[in-house]
């Protein structure tokens, strides 16, 4: 019998807000953000960071910019005790750098935690205990004073232990695990408990953190459950309200959105999401929406591949190829209304103005990323990342009737392969299909005389062996040509759409003609190259001429 059954839970009760304010507002600067990955992001880690990738991680958290970093759980294990002393004694946290430390809500850990800051110039010592209804019942086995008694007990021998060193600029946090299943009331009632005990200032705050330990509700949930804590917790304006989701509904970056509108003024959460479970907020990502929105993230993720490299090497995990803005395949468009629009945006932009992309949220450049990448070829791709593909690529200015033509022989090509087409192999195809020099005719010499407005041209076709002399007239040398090449095959031949350009990727300076043809009722397209244009014109005509020989060909022998 299946186990497959949604009866099996219950709903999240949303609590009841009437005047809810964050909705109306905006996010218009960055939070003060705090990094979790040495200590969240590593606890969840099949295998936890060594020493090395550790320093490695940390270095590149500074690199970024984070003024504040939770660098383990000290009294936990040694490896978290010896990194933080390798941290304090070997002078490498910068001065506008504060670490955090976390600790449960236990006499000897939080001596330990203590022990183990000996030294540091600033410090966030960042306690903990469970409050949900779930943890205290069957975890605890503990009514509500009983979990008060255990924060309070804990907030009171950390100031005391703050006290015995006081060379250290301490900042105290408390965070109300579980705070997403805690009733609200509750939830006030244990922070103001401890902040009895700490009698924060406005010049001293204290930060209290309230942690989606489980996501339970949609965002908009928990920034009610935020608005009002903000609303009936004591001391307010000696609080920095920080927030901790986790992503177990997909939701952590949201929540964290939600939150900060409903009030809060700080957020943790680890590069790329790592963390416990489905991992903890994507703080990538939450700065990177800030920053699509004009908004400073106040966190430099320009070298975005150097952080990706960092984070895999430190986490061994991979990071998905969609990830939001770092994800190798972000950028990228295979679909070919999308590339025919990014195509059309690109090639419209001012680089003065505002970004306006269609399908870019963001300038790939602005992360170290090139446009190189934003469009790639397979079966489901348009004419327009097509031709961008060759124009990018090889310089090819294709006219948008040659761009419909070719489209359909890569889309055949792509739908054979099942795979990727690389830009080589769409060059490959353009040269196969247009510049092949294995039709049924070849132009040989050819002679242009011009009088009285008219051009008579004298040319000869090779066949093989056999070489045919042509002659044809008429306004220009390819009006001439069309005329020739329509008296010698007895077809009738009109030239529909003529388009050239030098051809700024050749070293010689080479022109490329692109021609479309109606040949007895068909349409068909050429192109020619050359350094001279004459040649490059006529060689265009031949080719679209050889290509109609060739479908009439394979149509009788079908
Ligand atoms: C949501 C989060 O991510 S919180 C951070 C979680 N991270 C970690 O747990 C990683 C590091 N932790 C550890 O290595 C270990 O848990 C240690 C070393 C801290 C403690 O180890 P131990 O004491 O052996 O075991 P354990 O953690 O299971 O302790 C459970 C006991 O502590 C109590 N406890 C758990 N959390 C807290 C807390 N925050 N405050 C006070 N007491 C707590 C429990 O009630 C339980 O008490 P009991 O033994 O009387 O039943
Ligand atoms: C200790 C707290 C902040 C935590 O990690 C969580 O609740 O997820």
Redesign the pocket.
Known sequence: MSHFDHRKYKPFEPIRMTSRRWPDRQLKQAPLWCSVDLR?GN?ALIEPMTAAQKSKLWDQLIKIGFKEIEVG?P???SHDYDFVRELIDNKRIPDDVTVQV?T???PD?IEKTFAALKGVRRAIVHV???TSTVQREQ??SLDRDGIID?AVR?AQLVKDCAARYPETEWVFEYSP?SFTGTELDFAVQVCDAVTDVWQPTPEKPVIINLPA?VEMSTPNVYADQVEWFCDHVARRDSLLISLHTHNDRGCAVAAAELGVLAGADRVEGTLMGNG?RTGNMDVVTMAMNLYSQGVDPELQLGHMDEIIQTVKECTQLPVHPRHPYAGELVFTAFSGSHQDAIKKCLAKRDEDSAWEVAYLPIDPRDIGRSYQEVIRINSQSGKGGIAYVLERDYGYELPRWLQIDFSSAVQAYAEQREKEVSGAEVLDLFQQTYLATDGEFALGNYQVNRSDNVDELQVELKQGASTHSLQGAGNGVVASFVDAISRFTGKQVVLVEYSEHALSQSADAEAVCYIQLNVNGERYCGVGRSSDIIQASLDGILSAINRAIKQAADNAAA
């Open positions: 969240d606890q759980f009294s936990a294990s976390l449960q809500a236990r850990l903990y205990n469970s975890v605890f255990i804990g695990e330990t416990e």
